[in-house]
């Protein structure tokens, strides 16, 4: 019997697609002047970050229709999980409050929080620098 216990692993680029995706609706918000893709950002993750991986609909369409035109056979390089889940929940709550900020009518306040999601996704989709995977690693320490 083994007392070592495994950390919970995910494909690099699952990551990757759902930071670029969030990046993608918040710029759709910011060129729209609309505040629902951000609404719609703060459902996507929040639902992920509540029912877990089976509720995370990016990492499902990327595992179902875009991981065999990149990666063919499976995910050649994995890692941990926990730092991006943790950077997806931290997300989530930016999100969730810029929205409820624009529903308040705290204009300026929704777009600096869905601003600040929004940059941070680009530079972990573009760069693989996360800064809530960054965060995570100083609390466990």
Do not use: H, K
Not at 18 to 24: C, K, M, P
Not at 94 to 110: H, S
Request: proline share 6%.
């Amino acid at each position: 019997m083994s007392l070592v216990q495994s950390t919970p692993t995910i494909d690099v680029n699952i990551p990757r697609f759902n930071q670029s995706v969030v990046a993608a609706l918040i710029a759709l918000a910011f060129i729209s002047q609309s505040w629902w893709p951000v609404a719609v950002t703060a459902v996507l993750l929040t639902a992920a970050s509540l029912l877990g991986p089976r509720a995370n609909l990016t990492a499902r369409i990327y595992t179902a229709w875009i991981r065999d035109l990149v990666d063919p056979g499976g995910p050649s390089e994995v890692e941990a999980a926990g730092p991006p889940r943790f950077a997806s929940r931290v997300g989530a709550v930016f999100t969730v409050a810029a929205t409820v900020a624009f529903i308040l009518g705290w204009t300026l306040a929704g777009w600096v929080l869905a601003g600040t999601v929004g940059a941070l996704a680009l530079l972990a989709a573009t760069s693989r620098i996360c800064v809530g995977c960054l965060i995570y690693e100083r609390l466990v320490r």
